[in-house]
């Protein structure tokens, strides 16, 4: 079935530190991908997506690119703020049943200022 | 402007027990979702309910757990003879529509401890 697999964490870094989360997934067809974030205390939200091949997502500094010939979705932000702390989620969801989210497990990150 | 709201936020029940967790979407919202998370792990689909017609419920792990919406609004996720594993973050969403373009809106989660 599909499947995302997410790099493990915790992820450390200071302020102003270039941040990459990697994310890669297994699907049938060609799945529409997401990062949700989830700030302490507060429910998962989507941070961004991208639904075809090469397209981008971007919000908040953050973005990812929708990589169809290495099945990736890597989050990057040039320079993070300890606002950005959190935990980051990467999800799929396949063309059949295109309501039904399939996450990885989950990256912490702490930014230290 | 109110969200997904759930209660109870924190659960704790001896194995065993029945639970009934709840869930208010988004007003207007026609798509709900339950999803169980695991510690340290990512949300797993539960089930899906569009209006009060339960769609999918291919998530739901035994018949020992149960989801309704009957007037299409309100959602209880009711989990009978509670077991250890049954221990996780229950996190319901909501979508005015069920596609991957409608975006859902997460609750806060009812977390279960069974003891």
């Known amino acids: 079935g599909d499947s995302v697999t997410q790099m493990e964490g915790p992820v450390t870094l200071s302020e102003e530190a270039f941040l990459t989360i990697n994310c890669t997934y297994t699907?049938?067809?060609?799945?529409?991908l997401f990062w949700y974030v989830q700030y302490p205390g507060e429910g998962l939200q989507l941070l961004l997506k991208?639904?075809?091949?090469?397209d981008k997502g971007s919000n908040k500094g953050f973005e990812a690119t929708y990589r169809k010939e290495t099945t990736s979705f890597h989050l990057e932000k040039g320079s993070v703020q300890v606002s950005d702390s959190a935990v980051y989620f990467c999800?799929?969801?396949?063309?059949?049943?295109?309501?039904?989210?399939?996450f990885g497990a989950g990256t912490t990150v702490t930014v230290r200022a | 402007g109110a969200g997904v709201s759930q209660s109870p936020r924190y659960k704790v029940a001896k194995r065993g027990q029945d639970v009934a967790l709840r869930c208010d979407p988004i007003?207007?919202?026609?798509?709900l979702f339950w999803y169980q998370q695991a510690l340290g792990q990512g949300p797993e689909f539960l089930t899906y309910f569009q209006n009060e017609a339960q769609l999918d419920k291919s998530g739901l792990p035994s018949d020992r757990f149960f989801a309704e919406r009957p007037e299409g609004s309100v959602s209880t996720l009711k989990i009978q003879r509670t077991q250890q594993e049954d221990s996780a973050v229950y996190l319901c969403?909501?979508?005015?529509?069920?596609?991957?373009?409608?975006?859902?809106?997460f609750g806060n989660g009812t977390r279960l401890t069974v003891t």
């Open positions: 007003s207007g919202h026609v798509s």
């Open positions: 999800a799929l969801t396949g063309r059949s049943n295109d309501y039904k989210l399939s």
């Open positions: 699907a049938t067809g060609y799945p529409s």
């Open positions: 991208a639904t075809k091949a090469d």
């Open positions: 969403a909501s979508s005015l529509a069920g596609s991957y373009n409608s975006p859902l809106h």
